[in-house]
């Protein structure tokens, strides 16, 4: 229905005898190619809108995790580590991966699949979500864990570490990293693979897109949650601590 709809862009109506040899406008009639293009750009609305909840659970990685790691105990041995310098470890976690990737899980993949390019595009893609998925569950345990310490530590509401190690989040960035490789290799070549040849650069730039889009969806989805959380004066459930 909608590649039909579409389809009516190029289509040339009967002319008028006064309109004739009058020039066609571009805003009424478009060429084929254009209509075309429209379609597979449209097409691709789908895989972008995955991304941005992708790249909304990576801002968590910069903001509410570190807020987590405020509340928990930082202190190894006669060292104290600051919250946010645990994003280190989603550092190396692509470090780690990337090199892990290319040498040895597309190879494996190349072996098994058939594919040339190992994994493919739609695969690296699922991986990378599925990854991101992984990551939220880790830090979902991790506060369940953390809230269930604070209330049998009668902790709830005060501004203190809870006695659980901040070194527990480790997995989670890590985990995180991994996705990262994973969806960047998979965003990248999926636009690029499936954008028309006339609008390459512009689907890459939608997929740098997402990253704002996710930005802008994360805040919303605290936005809401600090609204229901804090009903009926409640410090709110960031705040239960």
């Known amino acids: 229905m909608m590649s039909r709809f579409f ?16 020039p066609m406008s571009s805003w009424r009639l478009c060429t084929v190619t254009q209509a075309e293009e429209l379609k597979m750009l449209l097409q691709m609305y789908p895989v972008w809108l995955s991304f941005v ?9 910069s903001s509410t995790l570190v807020e987590q790691g405020m509340f928990m105990d930082n202190h190894i041995g006669p060292f104290t580590i600051p919250p ?13 991966w990337v090199p ?25 893609l699922v991986i990378g979500l599925a990854l991101s998925i992984l990551a939220m569950v880790c830090a979902a345990l991790l506060e ?18 809870v006695p659980i190690s901040i070194l527990w989040q480790v997995p989670v960035y890590s985990v995180h990293g991994a996705a990262k490789v994973f969806a960047s290799i998979g965003m990248a070549g999926f636009f690029y693979d499936h954008a028309p040849e006339t609008m ?10 997402t990253i704002a889009a996710g930005s802008y969806f994360n805040s919303l989805v605290l ?4 609204i229901a959380t804090t009903r009926g004066g409640s410090l709110g459930g960031s705040r239960t601590t």
């Open 223 to 226: 936005g809401v949650v600090a």
């Open 100 to 124: 892990l990737y290319e040498a040895f899980l597309v190879p494996l993949a190349r072996r098994f699949m058939g594919n040339d390019k190992g994994f493919s595009r739609a695969q690296c």
């Open 144 to 161: 369940t864990r953390r809230l269930a310490i604070t209330g049998a530590n009668r902790l709830t509401y005060q501004s203190v570490p």
């Open 53 to 61: 909840t992708f790249y909304a659970v990576t801002v968590q990685m």
């Open 7 to 22: 389809d009516k862009a190029a289509i040339v109506s009967a002319p008028s005898d006064h309109k004739f040899t009058a």
């Open 200 to 209: 390459k650069s512009l689907c890459a730039a939608l997929g740098q897109l």
């Open 84 to 96: 946010a310098s645990l994003s280190i470890f989603n550092v190396l976690s692509v470090l780690v």
